[in-house]
């Protein structure tokens, strides 16, 4: 059971490892594509943010938003893989930052093409989360090893 919990954990985590490499290769001096495909997604929850819940959104350089995205799917993937529940609470924050500002489907009507295709990646993305919080809620509900207690030996007179 221990190498099939390992091979489940390396499949799930390759999903965010290699997507941070893959978004650190092509980083760059201004953030890469990535930084470009987020900007007009951030100015759109920020707004959304302020306009609807009245909280003004510190300004931040878009380029250091993608930088920490690597930097938790990075360490946080690779920790999950080894079964450390820091990697999973992580990946849980990346999950709980990104998937709202990217899979933005809140903002198309509903018979758009695209509200389909995001709607259907944020669904994803929860799905994601669910099993991030189901593998904290299992690795949190096994009991400890407790070392097992050795008999008193009988002494001789």
Known sequence: MGFISFAGRVFFA???????????????????PAAKALRPKFDAFTHHVTHNLGVQVPEVEIKHLVAAAIALKGIGGTLFIFGSSLGAYLLLLHQAIITPIVYDFYNYDSEKKEF????????ESLALFGALLFFLGMKNSIPKRQAKKKAPKSKTV
């Open 14 to 32: 390759s999903v965010f490892i290699l997507s941070a490499y893959q978004e650190f290769n092509e980083f760059g001096v201004d953030g890469g």
């Open 116 to 123: 389909m295709k995001l709607f259907v990646k944020f669904t």
